[in-house]
């Protein structure tokens, strides 16, 4: 006589695979985390062409490139890149992203599979180099998407780096030939980033002049599209943080 299977929906791991979870549930814990942030005016029309239609535009088309190196955390140690839009949601301010880059596999299948975060696998790195602090992207290796860089000039007060909701664009395709997706939602998020504070009671966050350019256009990651305009600030810092779950904001 047959007999059922005994893995209930109660029984499901975190992430998948469901008997071997490549990651636990939230939340996960940062040390250590080095992060550059150029934040740069676009122009309009490209924005609003990467932006879903239940978000808006904010006054100005600003887009912030973020390098980060993760010293530590329950992931493990690894590089990231993201692309960032400050848009609007109900009159509020949030910021939405539309792409990223990783290197390690586990945060790029929980972050996918959790929040919906558009990651893919890259070669990431921050370095220095005398004065300037430098952040790059490559995919495939040798093909260098983009190149951020900065100097480290003046400090910054916690209070002067607001940070607002992130928002993610969750989509589970339809495993059938349907127009539309099985699932889409806008996923809100917050990383509350806690700077490192030195022993003369200064925190490790700073702003200074930088440049971000896309070196090789590729139209299989067209971050180019987005194309730079006028460089509005950066910033960077070391953090400690803590991820907690996300929220859905909206059904599509």
């Known amino acids: ?18 008997t071997n979870e490549i990651a636990q549930k939230p939340p996960y814990y940062y040390r250590n985390m080095r992060m550059m942030f150029v934040t740069y005016r676009t122009d309009e029309e490209a924005a609003l062409a990467w932006l879903p239609e239940a978000l808006e535009l904010d006054e100005a088309a600003l887009v912030t490139i973020i390098i980060a190196h993760y010293g530590f955390s329950t992931f493990g140690p690894y590089n990231e890149a993201m692309m960032a839009i400050r848009a609007r949601l109900d009159g509020e301010i949030v910021t ?3 792409a990223l880059f990783t290197d390690n596999e586990a945060p790029l299948v929980a972050g996918r599979e959790i929040w919906g975060w558009p990651k893919k696998l890259a070669k990431v790195s921050i370095s220095d180099q005398s004065e300037v602090m430098m952040g790059t992207v490559e995919r495939p290796i040798n093909n260098r998407l983009l190149t951020a860089t900065m100097r480290n000039v003046t400090p910054v007060a916690p209070e002067d780096f607001p940070l607002t909701t ?15 997706p099985a699932l889409a939602q806008l996923i809100g998020s917050n990383l509350d ?15 200074g002049p930088g440049s971000v350019c896309f070196d090789a ?23 400690d943080a803590v991820l907690g779950h996300g929220r859905i904001l909206k059904e599509l």
Request: aromatic letters at 10%; proline letters at 9%; glycine letters at 6%.
């Open 166 to 180: 992130n928002v993610s664009l969750k989509v589970i395709p339809c495993a059938t030939d349907s127009k539309k």
């Open 96 to 98: 939405y992203y539309p």
């Open 193 to 207: 980033l806690v700077p490192h504070v030195g022993s003369n009671g200064v925190a490790d966050l700073w702003t």
């Open 1 to 18: 006589m047959a007999r059922k299977g005994q893995l209930s929906i109660e029984k499901y791991q975190a992430t998948m695979p469901v």
């Open 217 to 239: 256009p590729s139209e299989i990651d067209p971050w180019y599209k987005l194309p730079v305009k006028e460089i509005v600030g950066c910033y960077s810092g070391t953090f």
